[in-house]
Nanobody, 119 residues
Framework: QVQLVESGGGLVEPGGSLRLSCAAS????????MGWYRRAPGKRRELVAA???????NYVDSVKGRFTISRDNPEKMVYLQMHSLKPEDTAVYYC?????????????WGQGTQVTVSS
């Protein structure tokens, strides 16, 4: 059974940093594309950052230069390092494992971790 468990969220002041972690189990991790999504109150879920099985990365424009996604295949971990946090980064952040290029149903989500940026 696939399980994604996020950690690292919390309350931080504007300009601060956080690192989110996602521990994966029950999947052949290195063949999955991994991503971080977020949903802010009253807004739609958006893709924040993604990293392919081959290590290619992409980011939503609003976080470019501030956030960095990385993965550790042997440890089955994906990370989101966030710097220069802004109040508009406040959201629940979700880890996503996407193996849909192999089979459409191979998509899993974590339970989410709250990030609040406020003074």
């Amino acid at each position: 059974q696939v399980q994604l468990v996020e950690s690292g969220g919390g309350l931080v002041e504007p300009g601060g940093s956080l690192r989110l972690s996602c521990a994966a189990s029950g999947i052949i991790f290195n063949i999955y594309n991994m991503g971080w999504y977020r949903r802010a109150p009253g807004k739609r879920r958006e893709l924040v950052a993604a990293i392919t099985s081959g290590g290619r990365k992409n980011y939503v424009d609003s976080v470019k230069g501030r956030f960095t996604i990385s993965r550790d295949n042997p440890e089955k971990m994906v990370y989101l390092q966030m710097h220069s946090l802004k109040p508009e980064d406040t959201a629940v952040y979700y880890c996503n494992a996407d193996g849909s290029s192999l089979r459409p149903d191979l998509v899993s989500w974590g339970q989410g971790t709250q990030v609040t940026v406020s003074s």
